[in-house]
């Protein structure tokens, strides 16, 4: 019998909506993993929601190591340290400080640059924030970005950001720093009504695409839903390019599923009665 992976999940918890730890959990536990969670922040609701008075952000960059002195007490140690939407810029050092502490030989640090989408940043990242976010990227074995996140760390514009296979695979080769890392671009469209990854696997050098249907329409959260899913199957032992296929049919099986459900597009995709799938 095999002991569950450990994965160390750093992200914020979203009370309302689909999206980061109320994703990232129920995912790599689906897929057969031990989650230690990490929270960053506690958001009443997520930011994709119409702005309010009445929204509760609850920064937690001060619990944190905290947190981390009581799980070295413990003997926690990692298989995997996976990070996504950071609340605050000091957050984002706080968690280097974190890899030189709980990074085995043998972990795989994932870095999902949380920063925007659809060509924005997110409301609570702020310029200096971005810039801190690339200096954590840098320490990952492999990161995620979509197409905004990618031209943030990058340094270029949005509307700058690939169409076709040899562009994107541009873009692979200087996210993956002269291939020292791993690199997943989600949102990659490589011909009309297709939408899915690129990928740059830093142990063969191969690039890759995986392409589904697109859906139409902006879902919340299905960042954090491919992420997740792409570490859990890594976790399984299998390839990048597996995993980033595997992780863009269920997102798109998810997003086909909501579509047909007709729920509000802002709570995000109904991955929960699909999870199942994820089991095997
Ligand atoms: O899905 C990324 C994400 C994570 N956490 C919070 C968010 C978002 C995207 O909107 O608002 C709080």
Redesign the pocket.
Known sequence: MKQAPQVAAI??L?GFGR??MGIVLPVLSAMGNRCSTLLT?Y?SA???YPPSERSVFLDLTDRMKPVWNHWAELGARFDAIYS??LGSAEQIDLLRTFLERFRGRNTLVLVDP?MG?HGKP?A?YTPEMCARMGSLAAQADLITPNLTEAAILLGEPYEAAPTGEGETETWLRRLSMDGRRSVVITGVCLSPGQVGAGCLDRTTGRISFAQAPEIPGHF??T??LFSSVLLGELLRGRSLETASARAVSFVQSCAAYTLQLGTPLLDGVEFEPLLRQLME
Do not use: R
Request: hydrophobic share 25%; glycine share 16%; with cysteine.
């Open positions: 992200h914020d979203s999206c980061s922040a958001l997520h930011t994709a996504g939407f949380v989408d997110y609570t919340p959260g960042g954090d």
